[in-house]
């Protein structure tokens, strides 16, 4: 649930009084552009903010923190809107759009990229992959940079080098109290900390310095399919696979009807398949060693694993995640694959109520459970992979069967959990009890960092961390 907020409105002197404060447009209802920045990839959201402030540097995100604070305006911040919870989006407030920000400058010599904050995880590989270099970043290209790494962030990299944000090597930050500070662990140690997984709760990242890494520019990837009926023993050979690959290969489960995608032969489309979406980041001659055996598993209904661009693999799941459809999503993180909840997870695959909907399970084993579960807020440094039940619709009045479908199979999934959660991953209805599972031992300090650095509870739209009552 949404804190209570304060529901100030904006009227024409208080826009007049913030609009020459700034340098980027802000907008009200009727304005071009309005809708089109509030309205965000899950459709159950429908929030209306008083007016939004599209951010062209720090100095107007500084300007907006600054005069929320002074005025008691509800806040939000969008980065590229893709929390499924949308707390990007303020109803009467005030929220800062990050999207105009979307410049990424690489050092190529250091491996460094500085990543501004309206960044699409695509703008980040683009650039990156210029130098034959990676951030670790997810699977939907057209995902906001800053919330994924603010919450943690995982993809096809994350077995070798860990969660997203522990990859971050400093940071850029408005405070709760109106300052520009850096976060890094030689400055403010105690805020780069919790902002490696802390979420929005601590201020407003205006740039992002991420570690990179060679990859590319050609790999080893794809998807390959199967029909469901062949599920059980393709996701064996794959928990098999997982079990005994090397950190570079990342394969993905997912099950589903099949969407009409051109690499999918057409009897099949419509059809229940199970779909392993493959990504080898070593080297070409070991990736195409090690997807042999995928390949020549059974009789696929399709298979682009191949040699082919890593953009191309970080963009490949794009088409089944468009912004506008409705979402609901029931996610833990899993300590190992048991073949009981693979069967579960195959049950309830074959009851799914929309054509767009999937179960999907992520491997993230490796590098970050390498770490000490108190290296920084994210911890889960038990997780070895990631289910995320998926329901994906398009019309309000299927709601109620959709949500039922998700939340029947996590009931009955959730007890194969590490008992954590991934924080992005949270809907808009799972509130404190959740969001503590999402943080374990670490959300006492997190509790102590936000009341030293927003003891007020400004930004409170995000899955928040109150501060201590003083
Ligand atoms: C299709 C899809 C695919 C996804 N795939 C992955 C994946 O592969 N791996 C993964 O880890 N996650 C994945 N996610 C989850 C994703 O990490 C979260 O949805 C994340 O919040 C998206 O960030 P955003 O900037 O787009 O979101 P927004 O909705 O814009 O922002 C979410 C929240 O982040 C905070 N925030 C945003 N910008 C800033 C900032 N500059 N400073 C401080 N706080 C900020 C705010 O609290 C805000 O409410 C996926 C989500 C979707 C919808």
Same mark, same amino acid.
């Given at each position: 649930?949404?804190?209570?907020?304060?529901?100030?409105?904006?009227?024409?002197?208080?826009?007049?009084?913030?609009?020459?404060? =700034?340098?980027?447009?802000?907008?009200?209802?009727?304005?071009?552009?309005?809708?089109?920045?509030?309205?965000?990839?899950?459709?159950?959201?429908? +929030?209306?903010?008083?007016?939004?402030?599209?951010? !062209?540097?720090?100095?107007?995100?500084?300007?907006?923190?600054?005069?929320?604070?002074?005025?008691?305006?509800? !806040?939000?911040?969008?980065?590229?809107?893709?929390?499924?919870?949308?707390?990007?989006?303020?109803?009467?407030?005030?929220?800062?759009? !990050?999207?105009?920000?979307?410049?990424?400058?690489?050092?190529?010599?250091? $491996?460094?990229?500085?990543?501004?904050?309206?960044?699409?995880?695509?703008?980040?590989?683009?650039?990156?992959?210029?130098? *034959?270099?990676? %951030?670790?970043?997810?699977?939907?290209?057209?995902?906001?940079?800053?919330?994924?790494?603010?919450?943690? #962030?995982? #993809?096809?990299?994350?077995? $070798?080098?860990?969660?997203?944000?522990?990859?971050? =090597?400093?940071?850029?930050?408005?405070?709760?109290?109106?300052?520009?500070?850096?976060?890094?662990?030689?400055?403010?140690?105690?805020?780069?900390?919790?902002?490696?997984?802390?979420?929005?709760?601590?201020?407003?990242?205006?740039?992002?310095?991420?570690?990179?890494?060679?990859?590319?520019?050609?790999?080893?990837?794809?998807?390959? %399919?199967?029909?469901?009926?062949?599920?059980?023993?393709?996701?064996?050979?794959?928990?098999?696979?997982?079990?005994?690959?090397?950190?570079?290969?990342?394969?993905?489960?997912?099950?589903?009807?099949?969407?009409?995608?051109?690499?999918?032969?057409?009897?099949?489309?419509?059809?229940?398949?199970?779909?392993?979406?493959?990504?080898?980041?070593?080297?070409?001659?070991?990736?195409?060693?090690?997807? %042999?055996?995928?390949?020549?598993?059974?009789?696929?209904?399709?298979?682009?694993?191949?040699? +082919?661009?890593?953009?191309?693999?970080? *963009?490949?799941?794009?088409?089944?995640?468009?912004?506008? $459809?409705?979402?609901?999503?029931? *996610?833990?993180? !899993?300590?190992?694959?048991?073949?009981?909840?693979?069967?579960? @997870?195959?049950?309830?695959?074959?009851?799914?109520?929309?054509?767009?909907?999937?179960?999907?399970?992520?491997?993230?084993?490796?590098?970050?459970?390498?770490?000490?579960?108190?290296?920084?807020?994210?911890?889960?440094?038990?997780?070895?992979?990631?289910?995320?039940?998926?329901?994906?619709?398009?019309? %309000?009045?299927?709601?109620?069967?959709?949500?039922?479908?998700? +939340?029947?199979?996590?009931?009955?999934? +959730?007890?194969?959990?590490?008992?954590?959660?991934?924080?992005?991953?949270?809907?808009?209805?799972?509130?404190?009890?959740?969001?503590?599972?999402?943080?374990?031992?670490?959300? @006492?300090?997190?509790?102590?960092?936000?009341?030293?650095?927003?003891?007020?509870?400004?930004?409170?739209?995000?899955?928040?961390?109150?501060?201590?009552?003083?």
């Amino acid at each position: 649930m949404i804190p209570p907020v304060s529901r100030t409105e904006f009227d024409r002197t208080t826009i007049d009084e913030l609009r020459p404060r =700034l340098r980027g447009p802000l907008l009200v209802a009727g304005d071009p552009g309005y809708d089109d920045s509030r309205l965000i990839w899950n459709a159950m959201i429908d +929030r209306r903010p008083g007016a939004i402030a599209r951010c !062209l540097g720090v100095a107007d995100i500084l300007a907006s923190v600054q005069f929320a604070r002074e005025r008691g305006l509800t !806040l939000s911040i969008k980065g590229g809107g893709h929390n499924i919870s949308g707390l990007a989006v303020c109803d009467g407030g005030l929220m800062i759009d !990050l999207s105009l920000m979307r410049g990424v400058f690489v050092d190529p010599s250091a $491996r460094v990229a500085h990543v501004q904050p309206g960044c699409l995880l695509g703008d980040v590989d683009r650039e990156t992959q210029v130098h *034959s270099l990676a %951030a670790v970043l997810g699977f939907v290209s057209n995902t906001g940079a800053a919330g994924l790494t603010v919450g943690g #962030g995982f #993809g096809y990299l994350t077995r $070798r080098f860990g969660w997203s944000s522990d990859n971050l =090597l400093s940071l850029d930050v408005v405070t709760a109290d109106g300052r520009v500070v850096r976060a890094s662990e030689q400055e403010n140690a105690d805020l780069f900390w919790g902002l490696r997984g802390g979420g929005g709760n601590f201020g407003v990242v205006t740039n992002f310095d991420y570690k990179l890494h060679p990859v590319g520019p050609e790999i080893v990837a794809g998807a390959i %399919a199967w029909p469901q009926e062949d599920a059980p023993k393709v996701l064996d050979m794959w928990r098999t696979l997982m079990a005994n690959a090397p950190p570079e290969l990342a394969v993905t489960a997912a099950i589903r009807n099949a969407p009409p995608a051109p690499w999918i032969s057409q009897e099949f489309h419509g059809k229940p398949i199970v779909a392993l979406f493959v990504c080898h980041t070593g080297s070409v001659a070991d990736g195409e060693r090690l997807v %042999a055996p995928i390949k020549k598993f059974g009789s696929p209904v399709g298979d682009v694993v191949q040699r +082919r661009p890593y953009v191309s693999q970080q *963009s490949l799941l794009d088409a089944t995640q468009p912004k506008g $459809r409705r979402y609901y999503w029931k *996610s833990e993180f !899993l300590p190992t694959l048991e073949p009981e909840m693979i069967d579960k @997870a195959i049950k309830y695959a074959g009851r799914i109520r929309s054509p767009h909907s999937m179960i999907v399970v992520f491997p993230l084993e490796g590098a970050l459970n390498k770490l000490p579960d108190d290296h920084s807020a994210m911890g889960n440094r038990d997780a070895a992979f990631v289910i995320n039940i998926t329901a994906s619709w398009e019309k %309000a009045e299927d709601d109620a069967t959709n949500i039922e479908w998700a +939340r029947a199979a996590w009931e009955d999934i +959730r007890r194969f959990s590490t008992g954590g959660t991934y924080v992005n991953f949270l809907t808009e209805e799972e509130g404190s009890e959740r969001i503590k599972a999402a943080y374990g031992k670490n959300h @006492a300090r997190l509790v102590e960092l936000k009341t030293k650095w927003d003891p007020t509870n400004l930004f409170r739209l995000n899955k928040n961390i109150a501060p201590r009552s003083t």
